[in-house]
């Protein structure tokens, strides 16, 4: 008998400057719906859900647990959903009411690592040890200690270990507490050069022709998405960025136009 089913269209849910990933989540989750929710935006994955459970995540370089736990931190980007379609794998095998537990801990946890290491630019060098105890360390601990010269900055050694930032920022918050580690005098010189006021005046201004007040929202939103401020955004960033906020505007010719006049400013030096 000849497969009659209806591929349903995708259904767009939201928008991640607007509402939070969870409450778009909730009510699939609790109608026990089967499909594909998408991430269109800077950055893009998906999640599967099969009957109300979470079974396959991925983004463009992760998949499983993981891929869901960076997903649910996004901050920009469209939500659609696409019922009634099944991941060609299962990269999740950890119930949902479990793995959503993990998540709200990881919450927790990732405010406490910023509090102690608040920019991935900061260094670290080994400590004196006062107390006299031995300490057991792992493998991935010893790595860190080994790199921890006062030099390089906790995003260097994350990028020599090839290890994702949480990973990194989370040993490192290790062993700080263990007292194996402390900040340096000071945080390394950066030798990039910072985006000037004019520059945001700019944006805001182009920004607020085509989005009006809410203009000055999307680009704090985005400098968040950027763990950035309008004092510490990098002239090395300044095109992405405009290039996310351009993403923000609804209407594609308006976008265009938008990261088009900002370029010509970025070229002028300005």
Known sequence: MKDERIVMPEVVLGDLTQVRLFDILKPLLIEKKTGRVAFKGKEEGEIYL????????????????YAFFTIMEWKMGKILFEPDVFPTERTISTPTEQLLLNWSYRIQEWEKIKEAIP??????????????QDKNISADQWNVVALSNGVKTVSEIGKALNWDEYKI???????????LLEKGEAQRPVKKRWVGENFFITVENELRRVMGPVAPFVMDDTLTEFRETRDSLPQDQALSFIEAVGEQIPNAQKAKE???VMKEFLALGK
């Open 258 to 260: 938008f990261v088009r």
């Open 169 to 179: 920022l989370k040993t490192v918050f290790q062993l700080v507490r263990m007292g």
């Open 50 to 65: 099969e009957l109300g459970n979470i079974s396959h995540a991925k983004t463009s370089d992760s998949v499983g647990e």
């Open 119 to 132: 920019s991935s630019n900061v260094v670290f060098r080994l400590s004196l040890q006062k107390d006299g």
